[in-house]
Each structure stands twice: as C-alpha cells, then as structure tokens.
C-alpha cells in the first residue's frame, strides 16, 4: 500500500510538473490533488483501524469463551 501512495504521488507531481499550464494554476492543481489524495489516504486509514480493532476485539471476545 505504501509502495502504491508513493508512486501515485510521484506521478501526480511529475504530471503537473510537465503539465502546459501557467505555474501559478499547475501548483494549485497540485495543491487540491494532494488534499484529496490525503483526504482518501485518511479514509482508508480510519476503515483499516475499524476493521483492525473488531477484529481484534472479535478475537478476544472468542478467546474468553469457555
């Protein structure tokens, strides 16, 4: 997943980068693209923690069964 972010924002920067549009525009662009990637970033973290925590609560709930 890491590998995955690090080459989207690479090709995120250098397609701006190479974009034909005035610096000003391209860098906020740039700007409103990487919020939104982190916004997602954010998301799929928070679903990953859930899922994580009820199944580790899931685990110990089935654990203290006698």
């Known amino acids: 997943m890491k590998g995955f972010l690090l080459g989207l924002g690479i090709g ?3 397609g701006v980068l190479y974009a034909p549009q005035e610096g000003r525009k391209s860098r906020t662009d740039f700007a ?3 919020d939104d990637l ?3 970033v954010d998301e799929i973290l928070d679903k990953t923690k859930k899922a994580a925590r009820e199944g580790f609560e ?3 709930a ?3 069964r006698p």
């Open 38 to 40: 982190l916004s997602r």
């Open 58 to 60: 899931s685990a110990v």
């Open 32 to 34: 409103e693209r990487a």
């Open 62 to 64: 089935a654990d203290s």
């Open 12 to 14: 995120l920067a250098i």
